[in-house]
């Protein structure tokens, strides 16, 4: 894979996982958590600043990941490097709403990490 495709793919799967912390922002902002939902509340929730955010986020992601799909002559070496979203959900959780991140889930990270860099030095 060349240096500017992983740039590209990085970009696309940063974007998602910022997405994901935008639309978790809106939804705490609202109220949402641990609270049942409705249809109305769905509505609701789709026209607030941060979840708009999140899914414009999403929607930029999307294009990226077109791209990088144009480029990388392997899907099974482009996508299983998405998992790396998992690792940056977490860290940014933790920095923005505090996660609890313990022994047994930085373990688990460190082998999702392993198994990306295999597959990424695999092709």
């Known amino acids: 894979m060349r240096f500017v495709?992983?740039?590209?793919?990085?970009?696309?799967?940063?974007?998602g996982a910022l997405g994901q912390i935008a639309i978790k922002s809106g939804?705490?902002?609202l109220g949402y958590e641990?609270?049942?939902t409705s249809v109305g509340k769905?509505?609701?929730a789709l026209f607030t600043p941060y979840v708009g955010l999140g899914f414009g986020l999403y929607a930029i992601s999307s294009l990226a990941w077109l791209v990088v799909l144009s480029r990388i002559k392997q899907l099974s070496v482009a996508y299983p490097m998405i998992s790396?979203?998992?690792?940056?959900?977490?860290?940014?959780?933790?920095?923005?709403?505090?996660d609890t991140i313990n022994l047994t889930r930085i373990a688990g990270l460190a082998l999702?990490?392993?198994g990306v860099a295999l597959v990424g030095f695999s092709s």
Not at 86 to 91: K, S
């Open 112 to 114: 999702i990490c392993a």
């Open 42 to 44: 769905i509505l609701t």
């Open 5 to 15: 495709h992983f740039l590209l793919l990085l970009f696309a799967v940063c974007l």
């Open 27 to 29: 939804l705490r902002k």
């Open 84 to 98: 790396v979203g998992y690792v940056l959900v977490v860290l940014l959780s933790w920095y923005f709403f505090q």
């Open 34 to 36: 641990a609270q049942g």
